[in-house]
């Protein structure tokens, strides 16, 4: 039985739905909706609300380990966890103050540390879950080492709700570096990734890279962001040179990339693309790398199936992340072969088996 009133409300509004013959429509602070499908569905549509469940569970600053409910806003946590010189390693973007930590787990987007730290499933140590029934299931823990059965809380970031409503989740916290420093290279994107690679072999305590080419020609700027101790990142910057940025410029510089507030990310249609680390360039117009070249950014009118064939030739997917009026019709994510799709209508079929939450918001296979 669910002893929380606020909780056992929730559990009630979707078996109320879920008997109706209604399908759920799960919202939090709304910053994110326009990632994935639309939510569409034959039957009456029923929003879940779920900002109003909020509030940090338990936060222990020297387990390095904070569980909070899905609704709270990631500002709230990032405040509290920065009083005591800790943060959210893998730097969710931020779209504004009504961003919730449910969101954030649920479309399981990174920022520029991802390269260095890993994403967000790499962070998430337990979740609890609401299911059609409205009854709460709990997964994983509260602890970083935690091998009882299937990892289930992994396997909901990035699932956009489809197979349940995020109640609760546990991340793993880090420490804030004691330094980090920001170099400049004046470079083309070719040779931009040529370096990215070679960095690659060596120990630097590189934290992020992103290039991004001039307002006219091939030029281009790659910024490189180093982190750790003090000792460590000087002798990294002793070791790759460059051009020093000033602290505020690269704070925010980085800002502007995480949260996504960049000129560049006004553009639309916005194509997300990862590739493997040794892909060469696309030469497909306006473009931003991150990740050491693994995460590219492109801009502009471009033909999905033969965008999509050519990434999918180098290894890798191109996802539309923000479209425009000439978009309307192509699929958001990068078309799943065949037996990964089958695994994933078995995984809703388990979760979902009435398919009530989110109906098409991941595939418009369900």
């Given at each position: 039985?669910?002893?929380?009133?606020?909780?056992?409300?929730?559990?009630?509004?979707?078996a109320t739905a879920r008997?109706?013959?209604?399908?759920?429509?799960?919202?939090?602070?709304?910053?994110?909706?326009?990632?994935?499908?639309?939510?569409?569905?034959?039957?009456?549509?029923?929003?879940?609300?779920?900002?109003?469940?909020?509030?940090?569970?338990?936060?222990?600053?020297?387990?390095?380990?904070?569980?909070?409910?899905?609704?709270?806003?990631?500002?709230?946590?990032e405040n509290l966890l920065?009083?005591?010189?800790?943060?959210?390693?893998?730097?969710?973007?931020?779209?504004?103050?009504?961003?919730?930590?449910?969101?954030?787990?649920?479309?399981?987007?990174?920022?520029?540390?991802?390269?260095?730290?890993?994403?967000?499933?790499?962070?998430?140590?337990?979740?609890?879950?609401?299911?059609?029934?409205?009854?709460?299931?709990?997964?994983?823990?509260?602890?970083?080492?935690?091998?009882?059965?299937?990892?289930?809380?992994?396997?909901?970031?990035?699932?956009?709700?489809?197979?349940?409503?995020?109640?609760?989740?546990?991340?793993?916290?880090?420490?804030?570096?004691?330094?980090?420093?920001?170099?400049?290279?004046?470079?083309?994107?070719?040779?931009?990734?040529?370096?990215?690679?070679?960095?690659?072999?060596?120990?630097?305590?590189?934290?992020?890279?992103?290039?991004?080419?001039?307002?006219?020609?091939?030029?281009?700027?790659?910024?490189?962001?180093?982190?750790?101790?003090?000792?460590?990142?000087?002798?990294?910057?002793?070791?790759?040179?460059?051009?020093?940025?000033?602290?505020?410029?690269?704070?925010?510089?980085?800002?502007?990339?995480?949260?996504?507030?960049?000129?560049?990310?006004?553009?639309?249609?916005?194509?997300?693309?990862?590739?493997?680390?040794?892909?060469?360039?696309?030469?497909?117009g306006s473009s931003l790398?991150?990740?050491?070249?693994?995460?590219?950014?492109?801009?502009?009118?471009?033909?999905?199936?033969?965008?999509?064939?050519?990434?999918?030739?180098?290894?890798?997917?191109?996802?539309?992340?923000?479209?425009?009026?000439?978009?309307?019709?192509?699929?958001?994510?990068?078309?799943?072969?065949?037996?990964?799709?089958?695994?994933?209508?078995?995984?809703?079929?388990?979760?979902?088996?009435?398919?009530?939450?989110?109906?098409?918001?991941?595939?418009?296979?369900?």
């Open positions: 039985m669910v002893k929380d009133p606020a909780l056992r409300q929730l559990g009630e509004q979707i008997d109706a013959g209604h399908s759920v429509q799960i919202r939090g602070g709304g910053t994110r909706m326009f990632y994935g499908e639309p939510v569409t569905s034959d039957a009456p549509l029923s929003v879940l609300d779920m900002s109003g469940w909020r509030g940090i569970v338990d936060y222990e600053p020297s387990e390095l380990v904070l569980t909070a409910r899905a609704g709270t806003p990631l500002d709230e946590i920065a009083c005591h010189g800790q943060m959210l390693a893998f730097e969710p973007p931020r779209f504004g103050a009504a961003d919730t930590l449910g969101g954030c787990v649920a479309t399981g987007l990174s920022g520029p540390r991802r390269m260095a730290v890993g994403g967000v499933a790499d962070f998430v140590l337990g979740t609890r879950l609401l299911n059609a029934a409205g009854e709460v299931l709990r997964f994983g823990g509260t602890v970083m080492k935690n091998v009882a059965g299937y990892d289930v809380s992994r396997l909901l970031v990035g699932s956009l709700g489809v197979l349940g409503v995020l109640a609760e989740v546990s991340l793993k916290i880090m420490p804030v570096p004691r330094c980090e420093a920001t170099r400049m290279f004046p470079l083309d994107e070719a040779a931009a990734l040529q370096q990215c690679l070679a960095w690659r072999s060596l120990p630097l305590p590189i934290s992020a890279t992103a290039w991004m080419p001039e307002a006219q020609g091939t030029r281009g700027c790659l910024w490189v962001r180093l982190s750790g101790s003090e000792s460590a990142v000087r002798q990294g910057l002793d070791r790759i040179g460059g051009e020093s940025a000033a602290e505020h410029d690269a704070v925010a510089f980085w800002s502007s990339l995480r949260d996504q507030t960049h000129v560049f990310f006004r553009q639309r249609p916005l194509w997300r693309i990862v590739l493997p680390p040794r892909a060469p360039t696309l030469d497909l790398h991150e990740w050491g070249g693994s995460l590219r950014w492109l801009a502009g009118p471009q033909d999905a199936a033969t965008l999509r064939a050519d990434v999918r030739a180098i290894g890798g997917s191109a996802c539309l992340y923000r479209r425009d009026e000439t978009m309307a019709r192509v699929a958001t994510f990068h078309p799943m072969p065949p037996a990964l799709l089958r695994i994933q209508q078995r995984l809703k079929q388990q979760f979902d088996p009435t398919g009530v939450f989110n109906p098409h918001r991941l595939t418009q296979a369900f």
